[in-house]
């Protein structure tokens, strides 16, 4: 019998694998990717860590080179145009290539990897990535493919010899076992010990109901005893087994049970069922992953709060239950008053650890089945159910803005907060999520309007059409009566502490509200276009003030401008940029415009054109915030960009301590081998700035040398430089 199971088992292992021998010298590695830049770089990374490497611009592409070449491991983007990468991996799955495949992509919903894995996906890396994190991971999939291949060879070599039989069977890193008709075991592989805790000779002759966990003792009963042959046996059956907590060499010291896939077959001699043969594989860190991936998938993970998409689902499954049952319900949109203030004294990290404690605060008022999610920056929603009447919704809105305004102690900070909150009742403020969300908005900046920290119904009394034009009248006024100033944050050498750029900063002294920073009023002036006017006025104004600071005789420094894409599909703005700087007789190179990533996805042709004129008048085009958009890479060569600026949200990831690399790493090498500049935004700390400098950055920027300041301020900070020495002194 043993004889027989060991040749059925031999035979399925070589059918299920293609031809070891032949096809040599060929390149170890295949990049699978439609765009360029990510296959270039990628490539660079690899040649210089010892890997051969092959390029495939697409699925078509890679399928055909798949059947030419023999390698060891395929990196594949999911998204891509034509056959994407799914199907890439249902023809690796098909034609039964002996390859690792990692998944290096974009795409983080978890119904794509879910499917990734199941279509026997190896690993899974999400753009951007680090250089360390990428490299591991290769390392461990040519690693793994290779131990597979040393085992085929193996196989082939000893035909199917006693000696096969028996490194197979006890070699196999699944738990292989056979049973008798009662269910007995009769056969254990030497795996059992290390996966289970077991020896061999405890399990030999006990029935197989003491290994299965009894949550799912019934539902497996017939799976793991499998009594049919063909298609019909049992494949991929997920179950619980129990592990010896006392075994010697268990992998799993912590953990009480362990999550197989079992595969098992009826075996029969004379057509009289004799016992059961199966396997059962480790699966355990495969599930463990796929519950990772899903967690942050939906979850927000600076605060662990449901994300827009768990919050959207909930909201689904809420609408269709008051819909059914004639209930009613609340949406409350919470934003924190004056947040900004708290980033920009304080820093982002303070900023971040304030968030964390405001959503702990808010959670402590709210039931189990209320829903409250971060949709990013300080806005918070929250979803209440099964509410009766509008009284019940004040009491919890009234319980919350208490338990904000109580004060917050962190790290030796003590912090007064406040918020605005605005809510929706269904079905009364809309009848639809989107439509709920945004009564619940408009009603929130009513609440800011008129005073911040409260809250207050929607009404149909409200609109926000009546709230957008007192803004936009107030915009132009302050154009009109000069209020608007331009700030300047020092751009610094890290290697000598000199100043050698500034970025100009817009800042409305309102007279009513104070100090108002861009995030406070520029969506409402681009969607009033008055954004064209406010552009113009700053870069008149920081003309005038490089003449100043030229009439003084200080060292010119190059001002870069944050300019609006709204700015940028004007057919006359660079004509005008261009006419400006004519008029004040300045050199082109003195000045450098800066554009949000997310503006590269939407590289219309005139915006093109507009840059290009620029860059060949000699203005420098800066990428500001880079690496936040996944779809950046894909546009990029399409832009004359002289820098990429790393989004401060990247720098902040620097840590003392931390070994492993981050996303600032991935940046600057992305621009070393696009021969761009690179600047640090955002640094706090001198660690952060020696990481940086060490990265290759010749320019940052942050609160460890300079918070914007106002246009005299900056004047006397150029003036007053020591004589042949730094701007600044920095501590040791």
Not at 384 to 395: G, N, Q, T
Request: charged share 25%; glycine share 6%.
């Amino acid at each position: 019998m043993y004889d027989d199971f060991e040749e059925s088992l031999v035979q399925n292992k070589v059918a299920d694998h293609t031809e070891i021998a032949g096809k040599i010298g060929q390149s170890d590695i295949l990049i699978v990717d439609d765009q360029l830049p990510v296959l270039h770089s990628l490539q660079a990374l690899l040649r210089i860590n010892g890997y051969r490497v092959d390029l495939a611009r697409g699925g078509s592409e890679a399928i055909t080179k798949l059947q030419d070449a023999n390698y060891q491991l395929l990196l594949l983007d999911l998204q891509m145009p034509g056959i994407d990468g799914l199907e890439v991996l249902e023809f690796v799955r098909q034609a039964k290539l002996n390859l690792e495949t990692i998944v290096v992509s974009g795409d983080t919903s978890f119904i794509s990897i879910k499917e990734a894995m199941r279509l026997g996906a190896y690993d899974f890396i999400q753009k951007p990535y680090s250089s360390e994190e990428l490299l591991a991971t290769v390392s461990r999939g040519i690693e793994h493919c290779q131990q597979k291949r040393e085992l085929l060879q193996v196989e082939h070599s000893l035909g199917k010899s006693e000696q096969l039989h028996r490194f197979i069977v006890n070699n196999s890193p699944d738990f292989i076992y056979m049973l008798d008709t009662q269910g007995l075991f009769t056969y254990v592989n030497n795996t059992v010990e290390e996966l289970l805790g077991y020896k061999r000779n405890e399990l030999l002759g006990r029935h197989f109901s003491s290994i299965i966990h009894p949550h799912n003792a019934d539902e497996v009963h017939n799976f793991f005893s499998e009594q049919r042959t063909g298609d019909r046996a049992s494949r991929s059956i997920e179950i619980r087994l129990l592990v010896n907590q006392s075994g010697d060499q268990v992998e799993s010291p912590d953990n009480s049970e362990l999550i197989v896939e079992l595969n098992a077959i009826g075996m029969y001699q004379d057509k009289e069922f004799i016992g059961t043969l199966g396997s059962a594989r480790n699966i355990t860190v495969r599930k463990s992953s796929e519950e990772h991936i899903s967690y942050q998938a939906y979850h927000d993970l600076l605060t662990q709060l449901p994300n827009r998409i768990l919050f959207d689902d909930r909201m689904n499954q809420i609408l269709a239950h008051a819909g059914r049952n004639g209930q009613k319900f609340a949406m409350l949109f919470m934003d924190l008053d004056r947040f900004k203030l708290i980033n920009d004294t304080l820093g982002h990290v303070m900023g971040d650890l304030v968030l964390q404690q405001v959503s702990g605060r808010i959670l402590e008022c709210l039931r189990a089945e209320d829903t409250l999610a971060r949709f990013g920056g300080d806005e918070f929603c929250l979803l209440l159910p099964d509410i009766s009447s509008k009284e019940s919704v004040s009491a919890v809105a009234e319980k919350i803005l208490k338990a904000v305004r109580q004060p917050f102690s962190i790290n030796q900070h003590e912090l007064y907060l406040s918020l605005s909150l605005g809510i929706a009742m269904y079905p009364d403020a809309g009848k639809t999520g989107e439509a709920l969300l945004h009564s619940a908005d408009v009603a929130m900046y009513h609440v800011k309007a008129n005073g911040k920290d409260g809250y207050c119904f929607y009404s149909d009394t409200m609109s926000s059409n009546s709230s957008f034009l007192s803004v936009e009248h107030d915009i132009h006024s302050a154009l009109e009566k000069n209020q608007f100033q331009v700030f300047f944050q020092p751009k610094v050498d890290p290697s000598n502490h000199i100043i050698v750029g500034m970025e100009a900063l817009l800042r409305w002294q309102h007279p009513n509200r104070g100090l108002l920073y861009p995030e406070d009023f520029i969506e409402m002036a681009e969607s009033s276009k008055l954004m064209v006017s406010i552009g113009a006025w700053v870069l008149q104004r920081v003309c005038e003030e490089v003449i100043r600071w030229k009439k003084q005789g200080l060292p010119a420094v190059k001002v870069s401008l944050n300019i609006s894409l709204v700015q940028l599909r004007r057919a006359d703005f660079a004509e005008n940029f261009i006419q400006t700087l004519q008029k004040f007789k300045l050199q082109a190179d003195l000045f450098e415009i800066e554009i949000r990533e997310y503006g590269l996805n939407h590289s219309e042709q005139n915006m093109v054109k507009q840059l290009r004129m620029l860059s060949d008048y000699g203005v420098s085009v800066t990428i500001d915030g880079f690496g936040r958009s996944q779809s950046a890479l894909s546009y990029l060569q399409n832009f004359p960009v002289d820098t990429l600026k790393i989004d401060r949200s990247f720098v902040r990831e620097i840590e003392e301590g931390n070994n492993q690399n981050c996303i600032a790493d991935g940046i600057a090498m992305m621009a070393k081998g696009l021969k761009l500049n690179v600047v640090g935004s955002g640094v706090e700390n001198l660690h952060q700035l020696d990481y940086l400098r060490n990265l290759g950055c010749h320019e940052v920027q942050g609160y460890l040398y300079s918070e914007a300041i106002s246009a005299q301020d900056t004047f006397s900070l150029l003036k007053n430089r020591p004589s042949e020495g730094p701007h600044f002194k920095l501590p040791h």
